[in-house]
């Protein structure tokens, strides 16, 4: 079993739709990093978590440290966030990724 | 401006040969990192380097050098490719160890040997 564990790993979704991407992690961490991957293969950073809750644009994230969950919303999905979307989490020097969540927006 | 810069893109090389990537980054970052991306996209810590200092090498095939002439650069070089080797290398960077920094990727290289 991973120790990142991300769900669904595949999701269609129509635009307009909300879509939540969850992570859920079994070992102790100082952070968790949201990132995201394009068709084109490059991986931008989307958040890093510690607490609470982040917010840029149409894209949130959570994170509750007791119940070891994080959770990625995108309102008003768009084509664009096409993209694999990678949970990561960070203990001492590494990160561990999740396998992604393919997230396919159609027009 | 290009932030962390990897290349080549894209390497289709013979089994039995080395190969070198290359990555630069130009924020001031003292920490860099090599990860591996396999065929599932499933990424895997490699190397880190701090300040030109070694500080994760991860079991990987000894086959498998990097190296940090300074803290802007990491370079990966790889002897003997296999076909095994076949994936997309990414490096990054981030302000200092610990995760509790955001990360900065580069575009990845993807190696095939054939």
């Known amino acids: 079993k991973n120790e990142v564990e991300q769900s669904p790993q595949n999701l269609t979704a129509q635009e307009g739709e909300f879509i939540t991407i969850n992570c859920s992690y079994s070992?102790?961490?100082?952070?968790l990093h949201w990132l995201q991957q394009h068709p084109g293969g490059g991986i931008v950073s989307l958040f890093m978590l510690s607490s609470g809750k982040k917010k840029h644009g149409r894209l949130i994230a959570t994170i509750n440290i007791q119940e070891k969950h994080s959770s990625l919303h995108i309102t008003a999905s768009h084509p664009r966030d096409s993209a694999v979307y990678i949970c990561?989490?960070?203990?001492?020097?590494?990160?561990?990724f999740g396998e992604g969540t393919q997230l396919t927006v159609n027009p | 401006d290009t932030a962390v810069s990897q290349t080549p893109k894209y390497l289709v090389t013979q089994m039995g040969n080395d190969k070198s990537i290359k990555c630069e980054q130009n924020l001031g970052h003292d920490t860099m990192y090599w990860y591996k991306q396999d065929s599932k996209k499933f990424l895997k810590i490699m190397f880190s380097y701090n300040n030109k200092e070694l500080i994760i090498n991860e079991t990987v095939p000894n086959r498998f050098s990097p190296k940090s002439p300074d803290k802007a650069h990491l370079n990966l070089h790889i002897n003997s490719l296999e076909l095994g080797d076949s994936a997309v290398y990414f490096c990054a960077s981030s302000p200092s160890t610990g995760t509790t920094y955001g990360y900065t990727f580069g575009s990845g290289t993807r190696l095939t040997v054939v």
């Open positions: 990561a989490v960070g203990g001492g020097s590494r990160l561990t």
């Open positions: 070992v102790g961490i100082s952070a």
